[in-house]
């Protein structure tokens, strides 16, 4: 069983930063996308953004492009959330994903995804 495990958010100003990490369980990390999902209250979970195996290859939701990066550490199981120039409407619980089916690129669609973090609350003060 894969078990993902995020840690790293609080409460931040607006225009700040703060870096998300999520370590997953498991041999298998290297073969399988990550993604990042967010919802804040009384919204749908929504795409964020998603790294590919090897790290090469990110996407980004429109909402985000320019202030978010994530990256990966394959020897260390981890994939990574930098978010910068937090705004309000940033505020969510945020959650790592892995893919259903490993070597397949980044999907904005939950459905592709089949293993979830319990999800760490980030939260920006205006």
């Known amino acids: 069983q894969v078990q993902l495990v995020e840690s790293g958010g609080g409460l931040v100003q607006t225009g700040g930063s703060m870096r998300l990490s999520c370590a997953a369980s498991?041999?298998?990390?290297?073969?399988?996308?990550m993604g990042w999902f967010r919802q804040a209250p009384g919204k749908e979970r929504e795409f964020v953004g998603g790294?590919?195996?090897?790290?090469?290859?990110?996407t980004y939701a429109d909402s985000v492009k320019g202030r978010f990066t994530i990256s990966r550490d394959n020897a260390k199981n981890t994939v990574y959330l930098q978010m910068n120039s937090l705004k309000p409407e940033d505020t969510a619980v945020y959650y790592c994903?892995?893919?259903?089916?490993?070597?397949?690129?980044?999907?904005?669609?939950?459905?592709?995804?089949?293993?979830w973090g319990q999800g760490t609350q980030v939260t920006v003060s205006s």
């Open positions: 994903a892995r893919r259903r089916f490993s070597m397949l690129g980044v999907s904005s669609a939950r459905s592709e995804y089949a293993y």
């Open positions: 498991g041999r298998t990390f290297a073969s399988y996308t």
């Open positions: 790294i590919t195996m090897s790290g090469k290859s990110t």
